[in-house]
């Protein structure tokens, strides 16, 4: 088993940066690939970006290429999710998930989530 907690969201205005953190415990020795997703309201959640346990393999979601930037660190069992040129449409609850996958972009690929943290950006 894995626990991941976030945190770093907040309300921000546009054009804002916000870093966002997520802390893993538990089963941590599994070279777990890390994501994160976002929900808005009313909408499915989707994909932003992902990160090999290494750190050398990144794949972005075309919303997130060129503003946001993931990273970890595995000695603290932590990732990071640093959003530049935030957006109302970034406006969204972030979720962190772990994967056992290469390459996993879908919800049903990753084995364990957070619960959340918000994020707003106003106009």
């Known amino acids: 088993q894995v626990q991941l907690v976030e945190s770093g969201g907040g309300l921000v205005q546009a054009g804002g940066s916000l870093r966002l953190s997520c802390a893993a415990s538990?089963?941590?020795?599994?070279?777990?690939?890390m994501g994160w997703f976002r929900q808005a309201p009313g909408k499915e959640r989707e994909f932003v970006v992902a990160i090999s346990w290494s750190g050398g393999n990144t794949f972005y979601a075309d919303s997130a290429k060129g503003r946001f930037t993931i990273s970890r660190d595995n000695a603290k069992n932590k990732v990071y999710l640093q959003m530049n040129s935030l957006k109302p449409e970034d406006t969204a609850v972030y979720f962190c998930?772990?994967?056992?996958?290469?390459?996993?972009?879908?919800?049903?690929?990753?084995?364990?989530w957070g619960q959340g943290t918000q994020v707003t950006v106003s106009s």
């Open positions: 538990g089963r941590t020795d599994t070279r777990y690939t």
């Open positions: 998930a772990a994967s056992g996958s290469y390459y996993p972009k879908r919800l049903d690929e990753y084995d364990y």
